[in-house]
Structure formats: C-alpha cells, structure tokens
Nanobody, 115 residues
Framework: QVQLVESGGGLVQPGGSLRLSCAASGIIFRRYRMGWYRQAPGKQRELVAV???????NTADPAKGRFTISRDNAKNTVYLQMNSLKPEDTAVYYCNAQSSLFDYWGQGTQVTVSS
C-alpha cells in the first residue's frame, strides 16, 4: 500500500519559515519524481516545486528564491523549505510521487500565513 504522509504545516507569520516533510512508503522512492503542489481556497491546484530521481529541481515562479525542494532517498522523504512566507502562500500543500506508470498523492497539510 502506497502512503505519502505530509507533515510540518501550520500557522506562521508573514516573513517566517516552515519546513514541510513528506514520508513515502510502498514505493521505490529513489525511482520517483517527487513534487509539492498547493491549492488555495477557490483556486486550482498548482505546482510549487519538483525534484527528479537524479535530483534536478524545478521551482514555480511564485516560489523561486524562497522555497527549496530536496530529497533524502535513505529516508524516503522529500522536503520543502519555505522561507519569507507571504499571506498568498496560504494553501493546502500536497506531496506527489510520479513515475512513468504511477501517480500518487498525499492527504495534504495546511499552511496558513497570517499575522
């Protein structure tokens, strides 16, 4: 059974930082492209950042320079370090694992940026 379990969300003030984690099980983690997506109320789910199996990264423009995606294959975990958070970063953040055949999603973790 495949599981992607996100953690690390919460309430943070503007300018603050959070680190999200996504622990994967039931997949050969090192073979998957891992990604973070987010969905704000009333909006479509959007890409935040992805990291390939060979650790190439791609970060969406709104997150560039502030968010960093990384992975630890020994721990089957992908991270999203988020700095200089803004109110518009408020959303549910989802972890994604994708291969040529499969596409899995976590349940999401809420990030709220507010003073």
């Amino acid at each position: 059974q495949v599981q992607l379990v996100e953690s690390g969300g919460g309430l943070v003030q503007p300018g603050g930082s959070l680190r999200l984690s996504c622990a994967a099980s039931g997949i050969i983690f090192r073979r998957y492209r891992m990604g973070w997506y987010r969905q704000a109320p009333g909006k479509q789910r959007e890409l935040v950042a992805v990291i390939s199996s060979d650790e190439r990264t791609n970060t969406a423009d709104p997150a560039k320079g502030r968010f960093t995606i990384s992975r630890d294959n020994a721990k089957n975990t992908v991270y999203l370090q988020m700095n200089s958070l803004k109110p518009e970063d408020t959303a549910v953040y989802y972890c994604n694992a994708q291969s040529s055949l499969f596409d899995y999603w976590g349940q999401g973790t809420q990030v709220t940026v507010s003073s």
